[in-house]
Structures are given as structure tokens and as C-alpha cells.
């Protein structure tokens, strides 16, 4: 298998991260292992979670995936495993981080207890890479960045990374950091994927000028591109049926963000184009996240080990310059079906 670098960073790692997002909401603790397991076997070193998954957050569940990976774990080499976590911070008002109770920030004092307690349900006294779930548009980057090297140089944290972020957000931060001489962002953990391919806009330039990786979630945009949603019919179980009976209208507001008459246009001229070159159509979106040159590792997700079947062929798969062109022909004719 092939493996990357992330940024600048000495984390070497397979081209697919394993998401946990949905261990503790959509599958229990026996699958979540089935799916690490089985993710594991395959070649995969590189784990993502978060202290607020599973998701949607909310107060009752915060947290469980975080131990769930914790109890994991135990069962494998630590040294075998390249662990990505994330601080949740304010969360641009997509909700309030249950963890820690009442709104939060990133600052010196919510980033210290909020690490202190990811250690804790990963049961681990180093973190690989730690994220900023998403940016603070309040707290100075300099506070935020000073906080985050100080746990750098304490051995609790290896790297540092952001998330959800701006292509000015990413190069004022690391401007910044380079100027207080603290430890820069190696990574941004943004939405990437053939229905979202808005990251080459501007953050891609970003990224290959000063060699920080993209480690892309949701590279079949939630599950929408496999085709399970219609405009008529969602499945009781998926994510965006459950997103839509939530209380956050934030989280309401994904689902149509997610699912709509574009995305679903789009759905099916990709998986026109993956049945024509007789190729899964998760197997083909997954090897395009891949294939960009930015791109340190794609995040992918499940509910059940066997969902991983078609995700995890795309190891073995190049796509040749005829598919490539045939997907930038429907990125042009239905452009940014997310918005």
C-alpha cells in the first residue's frame, strides 16, 4: 500500500482514515469494532474521531465514540495506529458542546480540559493528530495556536490540524504561528467530495504551496452518492432521514444541504459513469478523493463492516484520464450541487 505523509509532519499514513463518526448512533459497540477490525486488516493505520461523536452531537451521547475507539484500542499496537482527534470549540453555532456543558471556545483553558478528557475515553497519553473541529471567530488565532503548541511540547499531542476552515482562516493561522514560532496546522480535515469539489477553488492552491494536506470526510457526501435516497424516499436509518426529525435546525438544514435536486442529478450521471467503466460508483468517488496530489488520506465512514467492501477497493484503483475528464464534464454542467 501506498502511504503519505500528512503536511510536513513525520505521520506516515494509509491513503484511507477510518471516520467513527456513527460508532454509538447508527451502529453499537460489537459493529464499530467489526469495522475498525476489519479497516485495520486491510492496511488502514489511520483513525478519526472527535470529542463530540457520535453524530448528530448532543448531550446524552457526546463522547461514546471516543471510548468506544478507547476500549479498541487496547486490541492493537498503540504504535500501529496513527490517532486523529478534534476539540469541538464553539462550532459556528451548529451546536453546543455537551462535553464540557455551555458554550465553549477555543482558549487556552477549553482546550486543555477538552484534550484532557479525549486522553481519557481513548485511553491513550498521546494523541497523533489533534484537530480544531471548527474554526473561532471570536478568540485571537494566537491565543488558539500557543495553546495547542503547549500541548505539542508536553507530549500530549504530536501534531496539530484544523478543520471546516477558510482558505484565509488556514494561511493567517499558519502565518501566525510561523511569526510566534508555534506549531503550524499540517492538515485541514474540509467536506470534499464529487458533489463538493469547491476545495479546489482555492484551497488547493493553499495547500500545495505550503504542503499541507487535506484529509477530506464524507467523500460520498454523506452516503448520497450510493444512490439510497431519492426525492421521495429516505431510508429510515440513514443519517439525513434522522437529521431531519432533530431539534437543531442546524442539523435539519444539512439534510437538504446533503439531499437535494442537484445532488441528486448528479447521483446519477456518477453512477451512469461507474456503471459504464464497470466500477462501483463508492469505489469510483472514494479513488477520486484519492487521486489528488493534496491529499493525504480520505475519511471514509460505515455502519456495517460490510459497507466497506466497495470503500475499500479503492486502494487498488487508478482512475485514467477518459474518467477523470468524463467526471470534471458533469462538475461543469451541474456546478456545486451543495451549494
Keep these: 500500500m501506498e502511504f503519505r505523509y500528512i503536511g510536513r509532519s513525520g505521520l506516515r499514513v494509509s491513503p484511507l482514515c477510518m471516520g467513527t463518526m456513527t460508532f454509538g448512533s447508527q451502529c453499537d459497540k460489537t459493529e464499530a469494532f467489526a469495522i475498525m477490525d476489519k479497516a485495520y486488516e486491510a492496511g488502514i493505520n489511520f483513525f478519526d474521531t472527535a470529542e463530540l461523536y457520535p453524530v448528530p452531537p448532543n448531550e446524552k451521547t457526546a463522547g461514546i465514540t471516543e471510548s468506544i475507539v478507547g476500549q479498541w484500542l487496547k486490541t492493537k499496537p498503540r504504535d500501529s495506529i496513527i490517532l486523529a482527534t478534534k476539540v469541538a470549540g464553539a462550532a459556528n453555532g451548529w451546536f453546543v458542546p455537551p462535553i464540557r456543558h455551555g458554550l465553549t471556545a477555543i482558549d487556552r483553558f477549553h482546550i486543555q480540559r477538552a484534550v484532557e478528557g479525549s486522553l481519557k475515553r481513548l485511553g491513550t497519553d498521546y494523541i497523533d493528530l489533534y484537530q480544531v473541529h471548527w474554526p473561532d471567530t471570536i478568540i485571537p488565532i494566537e491565543e488558539s495556536l500557543e495553546a495547542l503548541d503547549s500541548l505539542v511540547r508536553s507530549g500530549k499531542v504530536r501534531y496539530i490540524g484544523t478543520s471546516n476552515d477558510s482558505a484565509y482562516g488556514l494561511t493567517k493561522a499558519n502565518e501566525r504561528a510561523q511569526f510566534f514560532g508555534f506549531k503550524r496546522f499540517e492538515s485541514i480535515q474540509n467536506n470534499f467530495s464529487l458533489l463538493n469539489p469547491r476545495f479546489l477553488d482555492e484551497l488547493a492552491h493553499v495547500c500545495k504551496e505550503e504542503k499541507i494536506s487535506l484529509l477530506p470526510y464524507s467523500p460520498l457526501a454523506g452516503g448520497v452518492l450510493t444512490g439510497k435516497y431519492n426525492g421521495e424516499f429516505f431510508p429510515k436509518d440513514a443519517r439525513f432521514s434522522k437529521y431531519l426529525s432533530h431539534n437543531n435546525p442546524r442539523v435539519k438544514a444539512q439534510a437538504s444541504r446533503f439531499v437535494n435536486s442537484k445532488t441528486l442529478d448528479a447521483t446519477a450521471r456518477y453512477q ?68
Excluded: C, R
Design 272 to 339: 451512469a459513469l461507474a456503471k459504464e467503466i464497470g466500477m462501483d460508483v463508492t469505489t469510483l468517488a472514494t479513488a477520486w478523493s484519492m487521486h489528488h496530489d493534496f491529499v493525504a488520506s480520505s475519511i471514509i465512514g460505515a455502519t456495517n463492516a460490510k459497507q466497506l467492501d466497495a470503500t475499500l477497493k479503492a486502494l487498488h484503483v487508478k482512475l485514467d484520464k477518459s474518467t477523470l475528464d468524463a467526471i470534471k464534464d458533469i462538475q461543469n454542467e451541474i456546478l456545486y450541487p451543495m451549494g
